[in-house]
Every structure is written in C-alpha cells, then in structure tokens.
C-alpha cells in the first residue's frame, strides 16, 4: 500500500481488524471443538489445557482488538470536541 492511501482510509474497520477479529473467533471456536472432543473421550489434561488455551487465546485477541475499535468508534461520536 501506499503511505497517501492510509490518510484516505474510511474511519470504519480496516482489513486488519477484520482479520485479527475473525481469527479470534476461530481461536474460540477452534477451542471449543477441541474441548467437546476431548471430553467425550475422556478428559486428557493435554487436550483439555489445549483446548482451553485456544479458547483464551481468542477471548484475549478479541478483546483487545474489539475493545479499540470500540473506542475509536466512541471517540468518533463524542460531544466534546478538544
């Protein structure tokens, strides 16, 4: 890309966001299914901290990335002007 192409950005989501978003819904999702097959076969601790890392590790990115985009968005609507 080029450097004037990022000053015309549209103040909505960018590409990047929307991929760490969607990777950390599959982190989760990932996660979960780990977690349902492992404890339908028994509940092994290796699956079980395999699982529940996937699962954290997407709560974790979704929560910083959605977190700043929702505050960029706030930022957008304010009453204040400084």
Known sequence: MRPSSLRNEPPGISRRDAV???YGFL???LGLIILYRVVRLGGSSVGLGLGGGFVLLGV???RFVL???FARK???RS???G
């Open 20 to 22: 760490l978003i969607v």
């Open 27 to 29: 982190f989760v999702l």
């Open 60 to 62: 974790y990115r979704l």
């Open 67 to 69: 977190g700043y985009y």
């Open 74 to 76: 706030r930022e957008g």
């Open 79 to 81: 009453d204040v002007r």
